[in-house]
Every structure is written in C-alpha cells, then in structure tokens.
C-alpha cells in the first residue's frame, strides 16, 4: 500500500486537503484497499 500511496498514482499531495477531510480520505482508501485485498484472498482460496 505504501507504494499506491506514495507514486503509484493516489497524489495526496495534490489533492489540497487538510485536516479532517485528509483523513476522511485516508481512512477510506485504507477501507477499499483493504477490502480488496480480502476479496482477492476469497477467490484466490476458491480458485474462481
């Protein structure tokens, strides 16, 4: 994930945010990668 946040295309930086709405922003890519990460384990295990 470090890589995806750092130049792998995310651009925090460039978004202008600050505060509250940077972290609304980080908790929410954290959420979606993290579910991805878990869905891709499910059918990796059922060999879909």
Known sequence: MFRDCKSGG???EGTGLTGDRLI???????ISYSYDIIEGSII???NV
């Open 10 to 12: 995310y651009n925090l």
């Open 24 to 30: 609304k922003i980080i908790l929410l890519m954290t």
């Open 44 to 46: 990796i295990i059922k």
